[in-house]
């Protein structure tokens, strides 16, 4: 019946010898964690691992740096995966992934345009301001804190290499040992509000009285989930297409990431064999100054939370209380005055080699559309336009066909032997513009693993 589809046939598919498991993995070395410091983890071996499932577990808790409420005295913890500043995968030494700059800013613009698609429960996306989602503690004037006994509050995914890598359920036996190296990120991230108990409070941007506060991390381990099919088949597959063919080829999804300060123009280089997206960050300047949480343009920010409202956690979306954002997660237009001034919004150009992508100088408005049709979704997370501009500003340009990541194809830029240059320029009318912002752009690539016989292993960027 293979001709008639799924709904109106009959079959059944069995598989026999499947057995799973599941591993918390200890860390190469134990003990608190703080600001750039760096996490080892080392994968099981001869076994099937579900790449894509692999979690990072953990505590932290935030450093109250200052000792009034003037230095910054309530500083609150961003989303959990801003933590992570880079993530490396290495396999027998040789470096496979090395991660890209920022990673926690490229999961910010991610999240932007994937509405939703994260757990709060233990990702901490949301910030709370004044009501832990945790535990309903009031904060107050206190640092936001999660690190009781053997607790891990906080689970996030390991980074693009095992979240997009292809097969996911990956055979390790192939493979040599694989070790995987997590740099954390700067105090920065944490927002050194005044008080928790108002808006005011926890928004303060005088930079001036503010000492940055601090972050621990710790009880830090992976869950992995391992499987095992011993019906003799899978293992003879393996075998029989090493032997044909003489490797096996697994896909992901790779970034390079660089900053700049955006005065009009800046220029990137490429020599990716697929060059899929480009990824377009702006921020503002001072973003890694000490300062407070930043509120999300159109939210009701401005609504006073009584000591009272044990219930409301400080989210829109879900209790109706406020949204705010860490600095250097909030993406602003390039734009002196942004509310108010839609007839001056800048034109934005990105061009290869001198070959723009729009074909035309391209707004911000119009950026939007387009870039939520290269991120390949019907909406972003942003509620108006006013919150794009002032708090999710980022464009996309998609190089390769609709889909591809989905059928294991790479169908975006060769741009090997040509070291080709990415220019991304401000164009058109410059009266309200910034010159003296932050961009960060990331060029994500498919990338190609090749796993040899005798675990050897090349790989294809």
Not at 117 to 136: C, F, K, Q, W
Not at 178 to 193: E, K
Not at 290 to 301: D, F
Not at 419 to 445: K, M
Request: hydrophobic share 35%.
């Amino acid at each position: 019946m293979s001709n008639y589809p799924a709904y109106a046939s009959y079959f059944l598919r069995s598989f026999s010898g499947v057995s799973t498991a599941n591993f918390r993995v200890p860390p190469q070395a134990s003990g608190t964690k703080v600001a750039h410091n760096q996490i080892d983890f080392v994968l099981p071996t001869n076994t099937l691992i579900k790449m894509d499932d692999i979690r990072l577990v953990f505590a932290a808790k935030a450093l109250t740096a200052g000792d009034t409420a003037d230095k910054g005295k309530a500083p609150r913890l961003p989303p959990a995966d801003a933590f992570i500043e880079r993530m490396s995968v290495q396999m027998g030494g040789l470096s496979v992934d090395s991660g890209c700059a920022a990673t926690n800013v490229l999961k910010q613009v991610q999240r932007n345009y994937k509405h939703k698609a994260e757990d709060p429960v233990n990702t901490h996306t949301h910030a709370y301001r004044n009501v832990s989602g945790y535990t309903l503690q009031q904060f107050a004037d206190a640092a936001e804190t999660y690190t009781v006994g053997s607790n891990t509050m906080f689970s996030i995914p390991l980074g693009s290499f095992f979240s997009t890598i292809q097969p996911s359920l990956l055979d390790v036996s192939l493979l040599p040992e694989i070790r995987i190296s997590i740099f954390l990120a700067g105090n920065n991230v944490i927002a050194s509000g005044k008080t928790g108990a108002t808006v005011e409070g926890i928004t303060n941007a005088n930079t001036n009285t503010l000492i940055q506060g601090t972050y621990e991390v710790s009880n830090y381990n992976l869950l992995v989930p391992c499987w095992s099919i011993d019906d003799g088949t899978y293992s003879a597959v393996i075998n029989s297409r090493l032997n044909d063919e003489g490797f096996l080829e697994a896909m992901w999804c790779g970034y390079d990431s660089y900053s700049d300060t955006f005065s009009g123009t800046t220029r990137v280089a490429s020599a990716a064999s697929s060059l899929d997206k480009i990824i377009v960050a702006f921020r503002k300047s001072g973003f890694s100054d000490p300062q407070g949480l930043i509120g999300i343009s159109g939210q009701n920010n401005a609504r006073k939370v009584a000591e009272g409202e044990a219930d409301i956690l400080g989210q829109v979306d879900t209790f109706g209380g406020d949204k705010y954002l860490p600095a250097p997660l909030n993406f602003t237009a390039p734009m002196t005055t942004v509310n108010n001034k839609l007839n001056e919004e800048p034109n934005i150009s990105i061009s290869i080699n001198n070959v723009r992508y729009p074909q035309f100088d391209c707004p911000l408005s119009q950026w939007y559309v387009l870039s939520a049709q290269a991120m390949e979704v019907p909406r972003t997370a942003s509620e108006s336009y006013v919150e794009y501009l002032n708090n999710r500003c980022n464009i996309v340009t998609k190089l390769n066909l609709p889909g591809s990541s989905g059928m294991r194809a790479k169908s975006g830029l060769d741009l090997r032997g040509s070291n080709s240059s990415i220019l991304v320029s401000r164009v058109g009318d410059a009266t309200n513009v910034t010159s003296n912002g932050n961009v960060v752009v990331f060029l994500e690539s498919s990338r190609v693993l090749r796993i040899g016989q005798g675990k050897t292993i090349q790989t294809i960027l």
